[in-house]
């Protein structure tokens, strides 16, 4: 395994804010690609793919007219927009079709940042869990985000115990560098889905009916990490807030871009430039 992130060197010239107004809503139907390995000077955003637990509301879910497997939730058009914005707000080049991967795939380590949503049905084997462990110690990043209360946290900590011995999750302050490399945070943001979000922005908590039971408190949004030897992030989980919708919903309409997408995306930028440079 390799992870190639010397290929994309460091981010620079990050413009100074995000804009304010979003474009005319465009339909993104550009089909998922496969991976192109000839072509690794293009960072590819690449999904994790998991297995999970239970039917109906569980393991998949409808909406939108579509049945979605908890894996796929804001895939690709989450990587489509967060790669378009990159492409606006750095000198990156990334290419515009998200992939999907499992933890086996041999080329995982071609990816230097993988994501993960919605773990809280998750299920895995042996091979899955020791196969992302092998991906993190050589240098490979996993976000894991849109995880809401106790129970889904403790369906991710499951495999991370497995993925990870020994090895626990701290959360992350706020003076770490992933917070301030590129935009400055005094708070880790909730970010809302969009069907939960509120115009005047008062409440950003989901509620717990629809989340997997018990919910706990789902009110304070944090960072947890999982940090190797020497200190380096492995792994996050943005828990208790929904970035990856922040960049899937952009399009929602101007408040909710401008209430919410911005900081996703301002997140977004700083983590990457995090993976990228450490």
């Excluded at 994309?8 to 100074?16: E, K, N, Q, W």
């Amino acid at each position: 395994m390799r992870i190639n992130s010397v290929l994309f060197l460091v981010l620079s010239t990050m413009a100074a804010g995000i804009p304010a107004q979003v474009a005319a809503a465009e339909a993104d139907t550009a089909p998922v690609q496969a991976f192109d390995l000839t072509d690794l000077t293009r960072i590819t955003m690449a999904r994790a793919e998991y297995d999970s637990v239970g039917g109906m509301g569980e393991a998949y879910y409808a909406f939108e007219g579509r049945i979605w497997a908890r894996w796929e939730t804001d895939f690709p058009q989450a990587e489509h927009n967060f790669s378009k914005r990159l492409n606006e707000l750095t000198r990156l080049s990334p290419a515009p079709d998200p992939v999907r991967r499992r933890f086996t795939d041999p080329d995982l380590g071609d990816f230097p940042l993988l994501f993960m949503s919605d773990p809280g049905y998750m299920r895995f084997t042996a091979d899955e869990a020791a196969a992302l462990g092998a991906y993190l110690e050589n240098g490979g990043f996993l976000w894991v985000d849109d995880f809401w209360g106790d129970a889904e946290w403790a369906s991710f900590e499951r495999f991370m115990r497995e993925a990870l011995p020994g090895n626990h999750w701290r959360e992350v302050p706020l003076d770490h560098p992933i917070f301030n490399l590129v935009f400055e945070f005094k708070q880790m943001p909730q970010i809302p889905a969009r069907s939960f979000a509120r115009r005047g922005g008062y409440e950003t908590a989901e509620p717990a009916w629809f989340h997997r039971y018990p919910a706990g408190s789902l009110e304070h949004a944090s960072m947890r990490g999982y940090f190797d030897a020497e200190g380096r992030l492995m792994a996050i989980g943005t828990h208790n807030t929904d970035v990856f919708d922040g960049w899937e919903r952009e399009a929602y309409g101007s408040w909710y871009f401008e209430r919410y997408s911005t900081q996703s995306y301002r997140l977004g930028v700083n983590v990457l430039t995090y993976v990228l440079t450490h």
